[in-house]
């Protein structure tokens, strides 16, 4: 009954279905239908059928068969969408949602019981220096880092590294060959400078 009246806005028809297998006036409102005092105690319930019949698939496809084929409207290919979409390409104003800033490496540690995980603590010209885990460790080791000027992606979401909060994420360049190197953004460049 409840169910019926909620479907009311959406599936009439179906509503109405329901509501005639209960012996409930069809043309009831929502609120009248929800109604405790609607049902008597021990009413009957009517002989229902399926609100949703199964379809026969061997009667839909008789009925394929018997329609007349219709054309296939070619529709205009949109060549640039289509290009979008195979290089994962992103517009320009989702671009500018990312902030890069110009960050300094203060301190580096391995993350204890990894191999490939740095905890970097990064200065970015905030209060206080920000959190980042990066899996650089086979390419740099913690003491060559301290003091060493890099580009962070300021703006995403923390997330957790095995147990370690990263607060960010720096940015490196990597080759087929397993090569990889940080990407430095110059000496001149003081921490939390923004790159545009």
Same mark, same amino acid.
């Given at each position: ?30 609120? /009248?239908? !929800? ?7 021990? $009413? +009957? ?5 399926? =609100?949703?019949? %199964? ?70 010209? /905030?209060? !206080? ?7 650089? $460790? +086979? ?5 060559? =880092?301290?003091? %060493? ?48």
């Amino acid at each position: 009954r409840i169910i019926a009246g909620n479907l009311s806005p959406f599936m009439p028809d179906t509503s109405k279905k329901i509501l005639s297998f209960l012996g409930i006036d069809t043309q009831l409102s929502v609120q /009248e239908i !929800k109604s405790w005092e609607l049902l008597d105690d021990g $009413a +009957k319930i009517l002989e229902a059928e399926a =609100l949703f019949p %199964r379809l026969d698939s061997e009667k839909l496809a008789a009925t394929d068969k018997a329609a007349p084929a219709k054309k296939k409207e070619k529709k205009p290919v949109n060549k640039i969408s289509t290009v979008k979409s195979e290089n994962n390409l992103v517009s320009f104003d989702d671009f500018l949602k990312t902030e890069l800033k110009v960050g300094q490496i203060i301190e580096a540690a391995v993350v204890e019981g990894t191999e490939k995980l740095l905890k970097l603590q990064v200065d970015l010209g /905030e209060e !206080k220096n920000r959190q980042v885990i990066a899996g650089i $460790a +086979k390419h740099y080791k913690s003491d060559e =880092l301290v003091g %060493r000027k890099v580009v962070v992606v300021s703006n995403l979401k923390p997330a957790k590294l095995r147990g370690e909060v990263s607060e960010g994420m720096i940015l490196a360049a990597s080759d087929n060959n397993g090569n990889l190197e940080l990407v430095s953004p110059g000496d001149i460049m003081t921490p939390g400078s923004k790159i545009s």
